[in-house]
């Protein structure tokens, strides 16, 4: 764990697989070290081992997942993709291809088209709720806050949204 510490920086960089300090061995992360390298935490990168996006780690003598650079590359790219709001058949399909050495741009290229689209749908639901809520804390103000003024209504606020029927206008 020594040669660890002392070569970490060479783990962080893509370019850099072997220190020439540890006799060519490739530097080795357990799975907590890698969730703290990536910024991801260690249930999540169990899960994209499961899910066949993240290949399985291997193991150290004691049973320890061991991940090196390309594990946290790709962990990095998951993450990106991720953020992108694409899904994990998405993100499957983009490093299978990668794998097989095909350039899987095209398949990207027409994933960012229906996210802008599904982002952009977003945006005006968000819009539409957001009015919706500045609408109804305005109307608080004068609506009645006895509990025993009503005994059918749970929350006056709530029942007076009309969300569903200003979404259905937008939409």
């Known amino acids: 764990m020594k040669l660890y510490r002392e070569h970490r920086e060479d783990a962080i ?3 850099t697989r072997r220190s020439s300090d540890s006799g060519g061995k490739v ?26 996006v993240l290949p399985v780690a291997t193991r150290s003598s004691s049973g320890y997942r061991l991940y090196d650079d ?7 790219f ?29 398949f990207v ?5 229906r ?3 599904q982002t952009r749908q977003q945006i005006i639901d968000l819009r539409v709720l957001l009015d919706e809520l500045t609408r109804l804390e305005e109307l608080s103000r004068d609506l ?22 200003a979404r259905s206008h937008v939409t």
């Open 70 to 76: 390309p594990d946290a590359d790709r962990l990095r």
């Open 27 to 52: 530097i080795q992360l357990r799975i907590g070290e890698l969730a703290q390298l990536v910024g991801v935490d260690a249930p999540t990168i169990r899960f994209y081992e499961a899910e066949g």
């Open 109 to 113: 290229r027409r994933l960012l088209g």
């Open 144 to 165: 009645p806050t006895d509990p025993a003024s009503d005994e059918s209504c749970i929350c006056h606020v709530i029942e007076c949204s009309q969300l569903d029927a």
């Open 13 to 15: 960089q893509p370019s």
């Open 78 to 106: 998951i993450k990106q993709a991720r953020g992108l709001g694409l899904g994990l058949d998405e993100i499957r399909e983009i490093v299978a291809a990668r794998d097989a050495d095909s350039a899987p741009c095209v």
């Open 115 to 117: 996210q802008i689209d």
